[in-house]
């Protein structure tokens, strides 16, 4: 848990827990702060409990214990309506039946604005996601894009302070997702609004957010930067989640300090450190990512443990390269290595030796 | 597929300074590049140099051969037992060849009468009608034309039973004063050789025709039968009236007695017609220049018996068989019916009538139809509306929720359909009688005093009450079906925007629902104007619709014409309102799932 967000809090979940059918726990005692202007990321495979949090914050579902706060009120016995939280929907949910300008000045209007002030905040709002030309179009003419930036508007229109996304870029081809990313935080920042986004994307968690929970199993496995997520896994689900991952499965047989030296399934030795293993005697899973992995001699640390390797399959990614290896009787190691002038090609069949500085070794749970 | 290419294009033509998002729009309208040929004008040629369109023709038709095959049966079925019938009743509610099959001198010869003057129409009409009428009462038709003129002159079938009894008295008067004369005339024998060729004698074979195709009008069966009579050319010149007849009497003694012509003793009316031909001006002459077979006989005939015939003329007789003849409106309703096709059934269906002087409206008393049609569509909209308001919310809640309880109930609103609609409708009997479940309720709790129980049965209450009951199903289905592709989200979406549920619900579902309105609407409102059994059981006399009138010309009036014209303004105004509708709300607003 960020402590630094804790005391600021705008919005806060104390101890929820959500069950639908009295028998399990959707989401199992969840504590959450987040900061006003923060860009907070749900992620989290399907069924984590995220979206579940999420329609919670809305008020689509309510918690079956805890607290939420929004602000410091508790809003647990709000309506939907009445909290003032913008929403995009996974679908946009724009109203087919009415044109762009109407979906957008529909909260403005049932806030009872004036007809003056509603033109003049949609135009704003319509500019804002570059759709100004389209106010008189219906949602069915508009391409998937046009939607999502529309549905955007139409959540920020009534200058809401939160703004909850619920895998809001799904259904968009992978370059126009990209793009969109971009955009949405890049309007977040500007307005300055906080944003809580659901998604089971972990590259759209990792690109947009200031901070990402990683959901798993109801609970929150792990709550951090995007970096610090990526390179510090605090567990093997958080590890094996983000990114590619090398996994080895070993026994902690000797601790020192911020290092443990693992023996491996096959007894060979290696570094690692030691993340969440209590002793010597531990089952553990090991995780090296592969764009870590070196197999020039000169690079690594002059004391560190080497494993023997054999190339099985060497794949050109264009800026990459990809190879498969065999290592600790294991067939799929992965080394990515960057398409530079000096960068070896491997052959299959080769052998070699790979090593890695004990640092980005992680000793994780099995 | 045209308006998303074509906001794709104007996206990208739009002035957008930002890169990254001119960039997007070229993307989603990159797939919108010409195809392949067509840029060069002219037909786009298929890789063999044929025509694109032809080639693709070609390679669609064993395709469409193949569909129309499948879907042959049904499209004849439907054809041959559905389509086939209603224009059949769409024909008989204009056509009316009855009158001029049955009567086709009398029609032709009355054309020229003026209804409108004070003059009975002249004798040759009676001539003619006597000859028609005669044929007819031997086929045993006249009653028939009676059924069908007496729909629009009351009293007509009741004349044309009684005269056509009658009508063998008037030959009979001159047959007794032949026969009396000389007993030749009693031989069929001599009658079939005086009117008919033997050897090379010339004849008249297009006459016996004529009255062969006049009987096949008359029975409506084709008569291919064999006569075995020719007439005679010239007999046919000195007694023209008696050729006819006797022609007459052959053909049918012929094709529907199946007798021998030569056998059968001419009937009454070849009597009358000889003596009518032997009265005639210029007959004596014409007589005396006849040397064919029975010349002796007419010539004896001519001097001794004519003399001795009663004066009398078919005028006469008819109207003392009936004074109705003497009647004006008789012979104008005849007039006005004389053509093969009438506006007569459609004006009688609403309240006109076709008399000698035009179009006019029905006496008061005997004006029903409009007024059916007028509480047929009220009645209607009020059960379509009722359908609705209960309908709805029970659609709702269907969609709403959990597939298992959702299930459950989608039976119960099944359950109507799977019973029997006459237990249904007598169910409603049971319930609403004044001696019924809901009047004891009533009366137990007080609120109604014993002695005036309410009527809820017999009339229109009861009608509406049980047809929207039984055509709620129809309502709620299409509600249901379209209720259920409206994704949560969508209020979910209205109330994170901060509207209230009411306003969600009556801003954005409602109006997404009302496709099912409109489907739900248009079912309800059609099966409702056509009902029949409900109505039947349960509408008395103030709950009928205009559907029991039509069964009750067809099954017990059996006016099929009347029946017809009615169930063809049904139709229309049917047609009407869905032509209204789409004007309105517009056809492809609705959804029926």
Redesign the interface.
Known sequence: MDASASDGAFVEFDRVQKSYDGETLVVKDLNLAIGKGEFLTMLGPSGSGKTTCLMML???ETATHGEIRLGGKEINNI?????????V???Y?L???MTVAENLA??LE??NMSKSEREQKVKRALDMV?MG??GG?RP????G??QQRIALA??LV?EAELV?MDEPLGALDK??RE??Q??IKHIADNLGITVVYVTHDQTEALTMSDRVAVFNDGKIQQLAPPDELYESPENSFVAQFIGENNTLMGKVTKMNGDRAEVTLDDGEVIDTVPVNVNGVGDRTLVSIRPERVEFNRDRLPADAHTLKAEVLEFIYMGDIYRTRLRVAGKDDFIVKTRNAPDQRRLTPGEKLEIGWRPEDCRALDA | MS??SS??E??AD?P?P?D??H??AT??GRDKEPPHGSGEGGPVLAADGTPLKRSLQRALRREKLRALGLIAPLLIFVLVTFIAPIADMLFRSVENQIVSDTLPETTATLQSWDSAGDDLPPEAVFEALYYDLFLASEAKRHTRLGTRLNYEETGLSSLFRSTGRSLDDYGELFQDVLEDHDEIWESAGFWYEMMGTTGDEPGQPELIEAQRDRLEALTGERQTGEIGFVPAAAIGEVLPRTADAYAAFAAYAALEDGDTVAEEEPWEAVFAALASDLRRDGAAEAIAGYDGDGAEELQAALEQAVPEFPETTYREFFLEEDEDWGSLDAWGTIQAYSPSFTPGYFLNAVDLELTADGVSAKPEGQQIYVLLFQRTLFMSLVIMGSCVLLGYPVAYLLSNLPMRVSNLLMILVLLPFWTSLLVRTSAWKVLLQQQGVINDILVWLGLVADDARLVMINNQFGTIVAMTHILLPFMILPLYSVMKTI?P??V??????????W??FW??YF??SIPGIGAGCILVFILAIGYYITPELVGGTTGTFISNRIAYHISSSLNWGLAAALGTILLAVVLILYWVYDKIVGIDNVSLG
Do not use: C, W
Not at chain 1, 140 to 143: D, F, T
């Open positions: 809305a008020g689509f309506p939907p309506h009445k909290r003032g939280i913008g929403m929907f996974q679908n949910a109203f087919p039946h529909f909260p049932v806030r570059q030309d389209f179009r069915a003419q508009l391409s894009g046009q139409r959540a009534f909850l370059q126009l793009h969109m971009f955009e | 308006k998303l906001t794709g104007q996206t739009a957008t930002e990254a998002f960039e997007s993307l989603e994704p989200s969508y979910r979406a209205a109330k994170s925007l901060g509207a209230t549920p306003t969600s801003r954005v109006p997404q």
